[in-house]
């Protein structure tokens, strides 16, 4: 009997050691960071990440919980984070653009007519999953909450929301290459693209088909979209619009709608939505960096947005513009150098960022479907009704497009213009496979 006291209480002992041996851990982890769900965290950074966060949040007008998880917060137009960067203290806000773009696009042709009576009458639409739950007034614009796990877990609480940086070609850049594909190939970046150049470029627009690609891991995101830019590659100005799938942005894989615009190569200025201040936002029916349904797959319907990116004569505001309806918000020409007066080149396409781009084994990252470029049944991604706004009054497709792919057998492209009444551009890839090790 007292053998077997004896016992309990060693094993009692041992208990309490261990409990003593664990807090004195945590109590050294505390001194040194600070748990989080499970995770530690400097004190630094978590210093930053409120510093960062009382920059961006609003006290909102209303608040809608999305099913998707995102939390939206409508907040007072006049009050939205745009006003934080030091250039637009004393901006003014432009409510509607000095010309209606809608009436523009109406005018380009029968073709073009027949396709917006169809698209209208078609179930292609794309909406956002937030609208399920709720709307935001007139008088503000719905804002995607950034969660304080988010910023957390950022490799760079300061860079949280911009595109990596890449100051080196990329090594698929060879010695026959012309000066414009050098200007548009990076390191670590893979592009399939339809471009233009050569003209003064106050708009460009497409409609591009919504898919949602595998990303592989999360410091890698895959884009489709329209842009605009000014510069040469290592410090050129651009804003660009289309849809993402980027979890270091957002903390998920859904696809979202976006917009994005840097000042000088990425390196210290620009960012994705609203992560920093710069764009200003005039609607409150979309929400930048918000997740959008239904989603194409391959052989089923296909489902698009509509995105347009046009200077605004009078303001030189670059708006952006979503379905033919929605004029969302603009960049002010007080951010930029180079784009204050125009563009110099346009793209059409998607994107992939991966420190594995160009390197064995290769990123399994998706680019468009996941498909190579298929122009016969129509399973990669597409961009269609491409067009672009010179000094002329009207849209028009480029009177020159060049294609370029960074990696021909991980993701390609195939520009369709003969037998059809109005060219197609179709490009993706599934990145890591037997011909891209």
């Not at 591009?208 to 690609?213: D, G, S, T």
């Not at 009054?393 to 990696?407: A, N, R, S, W, Y």
Request: charged content about 25%; glycine content about 8%; aromatic content about 10%.
């Amino acid at each position: 009997m007292g053998k077997g006291l004896c016992c309990g209480e060693v094993i009692r002992l041992r208990g309490m050691k261990m409990m003593v041996i664990m807090l004195g851990v945590t109590v050294t982890l505390i001194r040194f960071g600070v748990l989080v769900e499970g995770d530690l965290f400097s004190k630094q950074k978590i210093l930053e990440v409120e510093r960062k966060l009382t920059q961006l949040r609003r006290p909102a007008v209303k608040t809608i919980q999305s099913e998707d998880g995102d939390i939206i917060d409508c907040i007072d137009i006049y009050k939205q984070p745009a006003f934080g960067h030091p250039a637009l203290r004393n901006h003014t806000i432009q409510m509607a653009p000095t010309y209606d773009a809608t009436k523009e696009t109406k005018t380009m042709g029968k073709m073009d007519r027949w396709k917006k009576r169809n698209e209208e009458q078609s179930p292609t639409t794309v909406k956002q999953t937030w609208h399920k739950s709720g709307n935001c007034p007139q008088g503000t614009i719905p804002v995607r909450r950034i969660r304080k796990k988010e910023l957390l877990r950022a490799s760079s609480v300061k860079d949280h929301g911009r595109k990596k940086h890449s100051s080196t070609l990329s090594r698929h850049v060879s010695e026959f290459s012309d000066n414009k594909t050098v200007n548009l190939q990076r390191a670590n970046h893979s592009k399939a693209i339809l471009f233009t150049d050569g003209y003064r470029y106050n708009g460009a627009k497409g409609d591009i088909k919504v898919y949602n690609p595998a990303v592989e891991l999360d410091d890698e995101y895959s884009t489709s979209q329209v842009c605009l830019i000014n510069g040469a590659y290592y410090d050129f100005e651009s804003v660009e619009s289309g849809w993402a799938v980027n979890p270091s942005v957002y903390g998920d894989r859904q696809t979202r709608f976006f917009v994005y615009w840097t000042v000088d190569g990425s390196k210290k200025t620009g960012c994705f939505d609203l992560t920093c201040p710069g764009f200003v936002q005039t609607s409150h029916e979309i929400a930048l960096g918000a997740a959008i349904y239904p989603i194409s797959v391959p052989n089923g319907l296909p489902y698009q947005i509509i995105v347009y990116i046009y200077k605004d004569p009078v303001t030189s505001n670059w708006w952006v513009q979503y379905g033919e309806r929605i004029n969302v918000g603009y960049w002010p020409p007080e951010l930029f150098v180079a784009l204050s007066y125009h563009a110099t080149s346009a793209e059409w396409g998607g994107e992939v960022y991966s420190s594995r781009v160009g390197t064995t084994p290769h990123t399994k990252t998706d680019m468009g479907s996941g498909h190579f470029a298929d122009s016969v049944w129509g399973t990669s991604g597409a961009i269609r009704r491409i067009r672009i706004h010179e000094n002329s009054p009207g849209l028009k497709f480029p009177d020159i497009v060049t294609t370029l792919m960074d990696e021909f057998n991980c993701y390609n492209v195939r520009y369709l213009s003969d037998y059809v009444e109005d060219p197609e551009f179709y490009y993706g890839g599934p990145g890591r496979n037997y011909m891209c090790p």
